[in-house]
């Protein structure tokens, strides 16, 4: 049984994040490659880093790479190019995880699909290229710097309802990160707090029957 409650039947759509539950991250990526170039130590640079509200802005598409850029030099206290910037900042990616393989079996054309992530021009540049194969089983994506809104404000998973035509109620949402999974359920949307591989094949398999 997943741990979305009770819900039995009924839904209508399935919604998916895609870092930690289609695709692996991992933020020292980012550290390594930024340590390489400034010399600065990856420890130092990880102990700056934050998610900030200049972060936050720049998954909103509130401001560009080049802004969100300027705003780590001040933050991380090294002095790098924009791409140098960027190369780290698209180190993050990882493989593709193990649902990716199976997704496709488990859903059959039953029911459609759909990914909503937080994320920024430069990373989607990358993810997009990288993931293809993997995310042509979505019939659309929604990237919260397109749509001005970030996950978990209530009114990003309203937008997504409002664009798709399907009631909060009627989806169930995927994603590893819990203050997502909450932000969801405040709305009405039903939601799995991915962990494993296993919770996405264990709640797919109960909403398609």
Do not use: C
Not at 125 to 131: C, D, L, S, T, V
Not at 137 to 145: A, L, N, P
């Amino acid at each position: 049984m997943s741990d979305v409650g009770n819900v039995k039947g009924g839904i209508e759509a399935l919604l998916f994040d895609l870092g930690g539950v289609i695709f692996e991250i991992d933020f020292g990526g980012a550290l390594a490659v930024w340590s390489a170039h400034s010399g600065e130590r990856e420890e130092v640079i990880g102990e700056r880093f934050r998610f900030d509200i200049s972060y936050e802005r720049h998954e909103r598409g509130e401001i560009d790479a080049g802004q969100y850029f300027q705003s780590l030099r001040s933050l991380l206290r090294i002095d790098l190019t924009d791409a140098q910037f960027a190369e780290g900042w698209n180190s993050i990616y990882g493989p593709e995880l193990e649902i990716v393989e199976r997704l496709p079996g488990l859903l059959a054309g039953r029911m459609p699909v759909f990914a909503f992530t937080n994320s920024n021009p430069t990373h989607q540049a990358a993810w997009e290229q990288r993931y293809s194969r993997a995310l042509s089983i979505f019939q659309r994506i929604f990237v919260s710097s397109e749509m001005g809104v970030r996950k978990p404000e209530p009114r990003s998973y309203e937008a997504v309802s409002r664009e798709l035509e399907i009631p909060l109620d009627k989806m169930v949402f995927f994603d590893d990160t819990l203050v997502n999974v909450h932000g969801a359920r405040a709305v009405g949307m039903p939601a799995v707090h991915v962990r494993t591989d296993g919770d996405v094949e264990r709640s797919v398999i109960e909403f398609i029957g």
